[in-house]
């Protein structure tokens, strides 16, 4: 079965860091782009941070660009975001998610999904 | 960044309906829109990418339609379980951006 599972959330003071890891199975890891999607409390979704098939290009929302870095493991089948300075209004739930397209310089739509873990920054 | 313009943000319809929902890109995206149904509580699913593509076992009362900067989402035949949040996502360039939402009622 194709999995994902992200990990690292809880609660955080205001300019502190936090690393979130995401684990993968059942589907040729290194094939694949992977994204994280954040969702704050009764809001929409926003894309974060994204990372293609071969590491080969990451894209940030311009709200996380300086703060947060994305990055893969391929040999564990990890990915993982780095949250730093971090500020109340990055308090969501985290989602990783998977590319539909294999080994592709684009992405085409996210067909699998974590469950999401979440991160709340407050004093 | 490009901008996704979601209309409308709310729907309400009966069962059996021919509901549609459309997604304005601030410039062009080629056919690299996606779109999702999120239920409360729970993650997104895929419904339709690269614009009209329907992804596995999802039902065929599902279409999408568009490129360049107007796209839609039909629902040809509302039914219970349609009741949710569905939003669009352009990969044509990076950061990936997402509509605001259109939440579905069922009257």
């Known amino acids: 079965e194709v999995q994902l599972g992200e990990s690292g959330g809880g609660l955080v003071q205001p300019g502190r860091s936090l690393r979130l890891s995401c684990a993968a199975s059942g589907f040729a890891f290194d094939e694949y782009g992977l994204l994280w999607v954040r969702q704050a409390p009764g809001k929409g979704l926003e894309g974060v941070a994204v990372m293609s098939w071969n590491s080969g290009s990451a894209g940030y929302a311009d709200y996380v660009k300086g703060r947060f870095i994305v990055s893969r493991d391929n040999a564990k089948r990890f990915l993982y975001l780095q949250l730093d300075s971090l500020r109340g209004d990055d308090t969501a739930v985290y989602f990783c998610?998977?590319?539909?397209?294999?080994?592709?310089?684009?992405?085409?739509?996210?067909?699998?999904w974590g469950q999401g873990t979440t991160g709340i920054v407050s004093s | 960044d490009i901008q996704l313009t979601q209309s409308p943000s709310f729907l309400s319809a009966s069962v059996g309906d021919r509901v549609t929902i459309t997604c304005r890109a601030s410039q062009g995206i080629r056919n690299y829109l996606a779109w999702y149904q999120q239920q409360p509580g729970k993650a997104p699913k895929l419904l339709i990418y690269?614009?009209?593509s329907l992804q596995s076992g999802v039902p065929s009362r599902f279409g999408g339609s568009g490129s360049g900067t107007e796209f839609s989402l039909t629902i040809s035949s509302l039914q219970p379980e349609d009741s949710a949040t569905y939003y669009c996502?352009?990969?044509?360039?990076?950061?990936?951006?997402f509509g605001g939402g259109t939440k579905v009622e069922i009257k």
């Open positions: 998610a998977k590319d539909i397209s294999q080994s592709s310089a684009y992405f085409y739509g996210t067909d699998v």
């Open positions: 690269a614009a009209s």
């Open positions: 996502q352009q990969l044509n360039d990076y950061p990936l951006t």
